[in-house]
């Protein structure tokens, strides 16, 4: 779920904190992933009548990061907090398995994962905990560059860079937000910003009933804490959850991942590998991954030579008349996007 409304609220009260870009924009770049919300975005895209196995997207989806000369650093997750149980357990229910079914598909998936991925020379790391975690005290530490996700929380996490939509679409746009930049426009200290997304309702506990993103933030500002809203707030109207577990939370956001620091390398695919575990142990059909792999080679092959006729004419990168003319319609699309926002009026919620 992540953090209800973050990017409603972001959109309204601090859009310069976020960018449109494209995925070419990240080459050269080291990108966070949490895995299972790669692996979710195939299976909710996948149409139901096609049996193909989520790994089939993971294998796509991790050649196109290559193509484009992104480093990709996938993150599995750990053992979840106790906090999450309750939304794990209902997740598990709405695709019809028990609790003890989902947990050993689950693990077996990941092994499947971490095969695939060192076969496609692609670094893995097990979280001790949250994969979103780790990803966030990744790119704190300065480890990647961004972070890859879906859920907002990775912000709540402390991550300074989050990409939205950083999928093999060509056309489709990355949406860039800097924690930082957040912070300055929402005029919060972190430990407000992340009792702030408490309010707004995360996955670890229960939030105030009635409390909408405006209101959530206005309390914020003027009483710094959620000890000092529950002071001043109308438990009539926004009633407090029994037993509120918001410390618990808020001990999960700001608690720093245990964790060596990992050694990143990347490495060739290995195609014959691939062949033989997606295709001779999975039903993936061989003249894919082998017409696939093809093209991925014919990427890099072509990119070599650019980069070769670069050096040679003393460019660090192509200066193409179309990406120039690319760029400009970004920034002209993001003016717009930014005046519309600030001139378009909030559709009412508490």
């Not at 692996?39 to 996948?46: D, E, I, P």
């Not at 410390?247 to 608690?255: G, I, Q, S, T």
């Not at 039903?283 to 990427?299: C, D, I």
């Given at each position: 779920?992540?953090?209800?409304?973050?990017?409603?609220?972001?959109?309204?009260?601090?859009?310069?904190?976020?960018?449109?870009?494209?995925?070419?924009?990240?080459?050269?770049?080291?990108?966070?992933?949490?895995?299972?919300?790669?692996?979710?975005?195939?299976?909710?895209?996948?149409?139901?009548?096609?049996?193909?196995?989520?790994?089939?997207?993971?294998?796509?989806?991790?050649?196109?990061?290559?193509?484009?000369?992104?480093?990709?650093?996938?993150?599995?997750?750990?053992?979840?907090?106790?906090?999450?149980?309750?939304?794990?357990?209902?997740?598990?229910?709405?695709?019809?398995?028990?609790?003890?079914?989902?947990?050993?598909?689950?693990?077996?998936?990941?092994?499947?994962?971490?095969?695939?991925?060192?076969?496609?020379?692609?670094?893995?790391?097990?979280?001790?905990?949250?994969?979103?975690?780790?990803?966030?005290?990744?790119?704190?530490?300065?480890?990647?560059?961004?972070?890859?996700?879906?859920?907002?929380?990775?912000?709540?996490?402390?991550?300074?860079?989050?990409?939205?939509?950083?999928?093999?679409?060509?056309?489709?746009?990355?949406?860039?937000?800097?924690?930082?930049?957040?912070?300055?426009?929402?005029?919060l200290t972190y430990k407000q910003f992340v009792d702030l997304c408490i309010l707004l309702g995360c996955d670890y506990c229960d939030k105030i009933g009635g409390l909408g993103p405006s209101r959530a933030l206005k309390l914020i500002k003027?009483?710094?804490?959620?000890?000092?809203?529950?002071?001043?707030?109308?438990?009539?109207?926004?009633?407090?959850?029994?037993?509120?577990?918001?410390?618990?939370?808020?001990?999960?956001?700001?608690?720093?991942?245990?964790?060596?620091?990992?050694?990143?390398?990347?490495?060739?695919?290995?195609?014959?590998?691939?062949?033989?575990?997606?295709?001779?142990?999975?039903?993936?059909?061989?003249?894919?991954?082998?017409?696939?792999?093809?093209?991925?080679?014919?990427?890099?092959?072509?990119?070599?030579?650019?980069?070769?006729?670069?050096?040679?004419?003393?460019?660090?990168?192509?200066?193409?008349?179309?990406?120039?003319?690319?760029?400009?319609?970004?920034?002209?699309?993001?003016?717009?996007?930014?005046?519309?926002?600030?001139?378009?009026?909030?559709?009412?919620?508490?």
């Amino acid at each position: 779920m992540g953090i209800t409304k973050l990017a409603y609220l972001i959109h309204f009260d601090a859009p310069d904190s976020m960018r449109n870009k494209e995925i070419g924009d990240y080459s050269g770049k080291i990108i966070a992933l949490d895995t299972s919300i790669v692996v979710n975005q195939f299976r909710s895209a996948l149409p139901s009548h096609l049996k193909l196995s989520p790994l089939t997207g993971l294998f796509y989806r991790t050649l196109t990061f290559l193509e484009h000369d992104i480093k990709p650093v996938f993150v599995l997750d750990g053992r979840p907090p106790n906090q999450k149980r309750a939304v794990l357990e209902k997740r598990a229910q709405s695709t019809g398995w028990n609790s003890s079914q989902s947990s050993n598909t689950v693990s077996n998936f990941k092994q499947d994962c971490l095969r695939l991925l060192q076969l496609m020379g692609v670094p893995c790391i097990k979280a001790p905990g949250e994969a979103e975690a780790l990803c966030a005290h990744l790119v704190k530490s300065g480890t990647v560059n961004a972070v890859a996700s879906e859920d907002m929380d990775t912000l709540a996490f402390g991550g300074t860079v989050l990409l939205r939509q950083l999928n093999a679409k060509r056309d489709s746009e990355v949406t860039e937000y800097s924690l930082p930049k957040l912070l300055e426009a929402l005029q919060l200290t972190y430990k407000q910003f992340v009792d702030l997304c408490i309010l707004l309702g995360c996955d670890y506990c229960d939030k105030i009933g009635g409390l909408g993103p405006s209101r959530a933030l206005k309390l914020i500002k003027q009483h710094h804490t959620i000890e000092g809203v529950m002071e001043h707030v109308n438990r009539k109207t926004h009633p407090i959850p029994p037993n509120w577990q918001y410390k618990d939370a808020r001990k999960l956001f700001f608690e720093t991942p245990k964790i060596d620091d990992p050694v990143l390398a990347w490495s060739e695919p290995d195609e014959e590998g691939l062949v033989q575990f997606l295709c001779k142990e999975r039903p993936l059909k061989e003249e894919r991954v082998r017409g696939r792999m093809k093209k991925f080679r014919e990427s890099l092959l072509k990119r070599r030579k650019q980069r070769e006729v670069d050096e040679k004419m003393g460019q660090t990168r192509p200066s193409r008349i179309e990406e120039f003319f690319r760029a400009t319609r970004r920034r002209k699309a993001e003016s717009a996007a930014v005046g519309a926002s600030s001139g378009r009026k909030r559709p009412k919620m508490k």
